[in-house]
């Protein structure tokens, strides 16, 4: 499916609103693939978002679902009454900080039942049974992985394709186990150092996602044997995504580095660096815990436009994004990328 796309670019799925309905279709009719993001929807909200996309498009398109962790209870010492103090800035309260599976099991029924035609995998394994579900219905696998053991293990369930992030990607990192010794949870590679270490070992197609805003990086990662590029922060801007007004504003200044943090949600992630992520570099490895704790915070300060206690997920080359229809971007990403591979053959 992926592979057969006329155009091997895909709009990576985003949680928390920045991918919508429209976004994905975009980037579908366009010849690409878009993506629906499953994460901290209901499988109602779900079903409805599947349903508008297919009022948009005929065209194929994926739901990405977030895998949930086995139920913990960390120790969160004095966190709560950290978010609460900066919450309380805004008039809100801190979030309960519990743990809960995402919908995972309804959202399962929800992709099976309308037979998507793509499903990926983030922060863990699927079943082997789920993935023999979803190809009795008809849709291919996609796990999403960082480092060679996670692509191994997506190898032994049956997926038919690997997303393989980088450490430049914006957002959550898709690490299976968060270790909380290491800031990004685990080994950090490059990506094209990812790409290479994983082909060496297993015999999937690979997506290719982390820190992509050009044609050109398009064309590197095709040229170092991925089947598609996967780009978020590049479509984040685009006019269908579902960005807040606040964090359009910040990518556009382009000012600030970007830093992995457990600071919003308990697991590592890449994000402008403001006060509150920089405040908090020592928050606890505690997903969805943090996540929940921290949500009316970050819900009132984006209401308020403070950009100092949202998330402001990002990608280390985000300051080259360019804000445009998403369509255009994927014709302009296309044409670049054709250019890029023109230059190099005719270096050789």
Known sequence: ????????????????????????????????????????????????????????????????????????????????????????????????????????PAKLEVVIAERI?????????????????????GSEVVVTVTTPQEARAAADVGADMLCVQGMEAGGHRAVFNDDPALPGGGQLFGLLAAIRLIQAEVDLPIIAAGGLVHG????????????????GTAFLVCDEAGAQPTQRAEIAAGQRETALTRAFSGRPARGLVNRF???????????????NLTKPMRGAAGKAGDAELMSLWAGQTYAQTRPLPAAELVRRLTDEARQALQQASARL
């Open 216 to 231: 050109a990086d398009v064309a590197a990662v095709l040229a170092a044997g991925a089947v598609a590029a996967q780009l």
């Open 117 to 137: 035609p793509v499903v990926s995998f983030t922060f863990g394994l699927p079943e082997r049974s789920i993935v023999e579900r979803l190809h009795e219905v």
């Open 1 to 104: 499916m992926i592979a057969e796309r006329r155009i091997p670019l895909i709009a990576a799925p985003m949680a928390g609103g920045a991918s919508t309905p429209e976004l994905a279709a975009a980037v579908s009719a366009e010849g690409g693939l878009g993506f629906l993001a499953a994460g901290y929807l209901s499988a109602d909200a779900l079903t409805a978002q599947i349903a508008a996309l297919r009022a948009l498009t005929s065209e194929p398109f994926g739901v990405n679902l977030f895998v949930p962790a086995e139920r913990r209870d960390p120790d969160l010492a004095d966190y709560p009454a950290r978010v609460a103090a900066a919450a309380a800035r805004h008039g809100a309260e801190a979030g309960s900080p519990s743990w809960d599976d995402d919908n995972y």
């Open 277 to 291: 992520l920089a405040d908090n570099g020592d928050a606890p490895a505690a997903y969805p815990q943090l996540n």
